[in-house]
């Protein structure tokens, strides 16, 4: 394996003839084949080293810190806020049944989507009594979020709210149910937000309703238009 090194030191050649020179020459062959092996290990061990704290620099310069999302006990809380509805609470139950067997976060932003998927269902007619059941539970959930959860699905929220309006427009129960969760909604939101487009017909809407022939109905539209001008003052 050391032939290279004839090449490299071609004067070692002319000694060869000699025993003891060729003695010499092996001991000196021998040392710089121990230095060529001590440098190539030095080499490899100093790779080693810069290969694994190589993983360890990147995940303190890169890794993200992950908030730790306390669990709520969302349905210990329902049962004290609808004791006397078993209805709401079938739905509930059935949230929580999901949440768990898919393994999410038992957090108010889990029950949050599920009950806009809910309301969004198309393949299952849904009576007046369910979908004031359903907005009943999603005003109590949304009472549980944070201001940015609001703000971030604003635009999401705002569309599912409308299209019920739509479907469930003859139905004082729906509508004045709707018009809660609406004003929950409002209030979470920046004057920004409020000036977009989709959020201009919204509240095109609720003036609307201000004028309804339905006195519960005009009484809680006017409750939302009140407090979205009030909270723009203060």
């Given at each position: 394996?050391?032939?290279?090194?004839?090449?490299?030191?071609p004067?070692?050649?002319a000694h060869l003839s000699?025993?003891t020179n060729?003695?010499?020459?092996?001991?000196?062959?021998s040392?710089?084949?121990?230095?060529e092996?001590?440098?190539?290990k030095?080499?490899?061990d100093k790779?080693k080293?810069?290969?694994?704290?190589?993983p360890l620099?990147?995940?303190?310069?890169?890794?993200?810190?992950?908030?730790?999302?306390p669990?709520?006990?969302?349905?210990?809380?329902?049962?004290?806020?609808?004791s006397?509805?078993?209805?709401?609470?079938?739905?509930?139950?059935?949230?929580?049944d999901?949440?768990?067997?898919?393994?999410a976060p038992?957090?108010?932003?889990?029950?949050f989507?599920?009950?806009?998927?809910a309301?969004?269902d198309?393949?299952?007619?849904?009576?007046?009594?369910?979908?004031n059941?359903?907005?009943?539970?999603?005003?109590?959930i949304?009472?549980l979020?944070?201001?940015?959860?609001?703000?971030?699905?604003f635009?999401?929220v705002?569309?599912?709210l409308?299209?019920?309006?739509?479907?469930?427009s003859?139905?004082?129960?729906?509508?004045i149910?709707?018009?809660?969760?609406?004003?929950?909604?409002?209030?979470a939101q920046?004057?920004?937000?409020?000036?977009?487009?989709?959020s201009?017909?919204?509240l095109?809407?609720?003036?609307t309703?201000?004028l309804?022939?339905?006195?519960?109905?005009?009484?809680?539209?006017?409750?939302v238009?009140t407090?979205?001008?009030?909270q723009?003052?203060?």
């Open positions: 394996p050391h032939f290279p090194l004839l090449f490299v030191y004067p070692l050649f000699s025993s060729y003695y010499y020459y092996l001991l000196i062959i040392k710089m084949a121990s230095i092996k001590n440098l190539s030095m080499k490899i790779k080293k810069q290969i694994s704290n190589l620099k990147r995940a303190k310069q890169t890794a993200p810190i992950v908030p730790i999302i669990e709520i006990d969302v349905v210990g809380l329902a049962q004290k806020k609808f006397n509805n078993t209805e709401i609470m079938i739905f509930v139950h059935a949230f929580a999901v949440i768990k067997s898919s393994k038992r957090i108010p932003v889990s029950y989507g599920l009950i806009l998927t309301l969004t198309d393949g299952k007619v849904k009576t007046e009594q369910e979908i059941h359903l907005l009943s539970f999603l005003l109590f949304i009472k979020l944070s201001p940015a959860v609001l703000k971030a699905k635009s999401y705002n569309t599912i409308l299209k019920t309006f739509e479907t469930y003859s139905s004082v129960l729906v509508t149910q709707l018009l809660k969760v609406t004003k929950r909604v409002m209030l920046e004057l920004t937000a409020l000036q977009q487009t989709d201009l017909h919204f095109q809407l609720i003036l309703l201000c309804d022939e339905r006195a519960q109905v005009a009484e809680q539209a006017r409750v238009v407090s979205i001008l009030k723009e003052e203060d």
